[in-house]
């Protein structure tokens, strides 16, 4: 840990201001009423308490002790606990008037040296505004807190500001001058869903990774860094999820639990990718199908998208650890003539000028496949390829006579569809059960359901089994 930094109790924050908070420093805490301010301190606090040993104050002009801990209980903070060991002190004071400011302020430094506490909320200072006429007063009242309690006791200090709505502008404005840091919350739409972010306008003496971050407050305050790619220590073979007697299951528990269980057996399923999203986000989203097919000695059908060869689907299906054999007998891979492709078991070269005759050839190379394993299929279809060689129409023509074969059969029909086609999206959402898309904002990774409505989801790269596994956060 930093000396010279305060861990905010939050990862992914802490990951873009180096560590946490300048020590001994005032940070403003703004946002519109229901961003999650309070959620913010009051972990700032807990975490300070019980995970890096220093005792917190917090004072509320607010709401009351009993209200404060009935509301944080359900992010886990047993705020109760913490004040029994003489580790943290909740201070309310609902009614203030001007002339009880300074004895305010003795009772807050008495507290603070009570429990030599390192880290101080006050909330709302909005509130303690209120109660002067001038602006000069208080700006006296912030030297106060930034000399007496920041400076002279060592406690960095976390003061919110409500912000009404429709306005940006921060309090009277002397609070953003005056502060070592300000932070702004917003809760707005993003697709049509709550999306929760976070602006970082001021820290002073920090190198801000990304001045602009997404977060939750499910469960507890988790802001989301831009994505990234995990390293896998030791890489175990996959291991399949059950089916349920009418889906199949998506290969992730995650996955699962936000699909009820999976993708309907006879579907068709699209997933539509977003700008800047690249081949390995959104295979992370898409391979523990295919995964968990083969690994059951289901066959996979795949054309493959613009830019994906049949080199990186051979890559990618190995990453499951199922050996060679079971992939060249239940991988089968359709590609586009190429005079430089290596004949393979598993490769099928079709002409891309024709597409009814192409489609017979690769419906005739999966009903092989289907006879062998007596099982359902799964066919995974980059539409952009198909678009690329056929057109839009005869394109259409092929995915829905694809999507009527995977219903007969009770298969599943995997669509994928990159930027650019959005009268296609149109077409191919009336066609699919399950419409999902994957965006990106502020560099993170972001799942949502069309059909089924969902709410947003960050997406983070789990490998604590030994291979990769998408990670879903609900934004609430």
Not at 99 to 109: D, E, M, R
Not at 231 to 255: A, C, H, V
Not at 356 to 385: H, N, R
Request: charged share 25%; with cysteine; aromatic share 10%.
């Amino acid at each position: 840990m930093n000396n010279n930094r305060v861990p905010t109790g939050i990862d992914g924050l802490d990951k873009i201001i180096e560590g946490g908070f300048p020590k001994n420093s005032l940070i403003i805490i703004a946002g519109n009423p229901g961003t999650g301010k309070t959620v913010l301190s009051a972990q700032f606090l807990y975490r300070g308490a019980v995970n890096y040993g220093e005792n917190g104050v917090y004072v509320s002009f607010a709401e009351n002790r009993e209200t404060f801990y009935k509301n944080m209980r359900p992010f886990g903070f047993d705020f109760e606990k913490l004040e029994e060991e003489n580790k943290f002190r909740f201070l309310s004071l609902l009614t203030v008037k001007e002339k009880a400011i300074s004895s305010i302020l003795k009772i807050v430094l008495r507290e603070i040296s009570q429990i030599n506490a390192k880290r101080l909320v006050i909330d709302s200072f909005s509130a303690v505004a209120q109660a002067f006429m001038e602006p000069h007063d208080v700006r006296i009242l912030i030297h106060t807190v930034l000399g007496r309690i920041v400076q002279q006791m060592g406690c960095t200090t976390l003061m919110i500001v409500e912000v009404p709505y429709g306005e940006n502008k921060i309090g009277l404005g002397i609070e953003e001058f005056l502060a070592d840091g300000v932070i702004h919350l917003r809760v707005r739409r993003l697709e049509e869903r709550l999306f929760r972010d976070m602006s970082i306008r001021k820290m002073r003496g920090t190198e801000v990774r990304e001045d602009e971050i997404g977060f939750t407050i499910k469960d507890e305050f988790k802001a989301f860094a831009p994505f990234e790619t995990k390293k896998i220590g030791k890489r175990e073979k996959f291991k399949p999820l059950p089916d349920l007697p009418e889906k199949f299951s998506t290969g992730s528990r995650e996955l699962d639990g936000l699909l009820d269980g999976g993708y309907p057996r006879g579907s068709t399923v699209l997933l539509e990718i977003g700008r800047d999203i690249s081949a390995l986000q959104y295979h992370l989203i898409l391979l523990p199908t295919p995964w968990n097919f083969l690994a059951k000695g289901a066959g996979v059908v795949v054309i493959p998208s613009s830019g994906i060869d049949h080199n990186i689907v051979w890559k990618r299906s190995a990453e499951s650890g199922l050996p060679k054999e079971i992939l060249n007998r239940h991988l089968r891979v359709c590609i586009f003539r190429s005079p430089a492709t290596k004949k393979e078991p598993y490769i099928l070269e079709i002409e891309g000028k024709n597409a009814d005759e192409d489609y017979q050839k690769c419906l005739k190379f999966a009903m092989a496949l289907y006879e062998e394993t007596s099982q359902p299929l799964l066919y995974v279809i980059g539409v952009d390829s198909l678009l690329a060689h056929y057109g839009t129409n005869d394109t259409l023509k092929v995915l829905n006579s694809s999507a009527t074969l995977t219903r007969e059969y009770k298969g599943l029909l995997f669509l994928l569809l990159k930027p650019g086609y959005p009268r296609v999206s149109e077409i191919l959402n009336a066609i699919a059960e399950i419409h999902l898309k994957i965006i990106q904002r502020h560099g993170a990774l972001l799942l949502y359901g069309l059909k089924p409505r969902t709410h947003l989801h960050f997406v983070e790269m789990d490998v604590t089994r030994g291979y990769p596994q998408p990670k879903l956060t609900p934004i609430f």
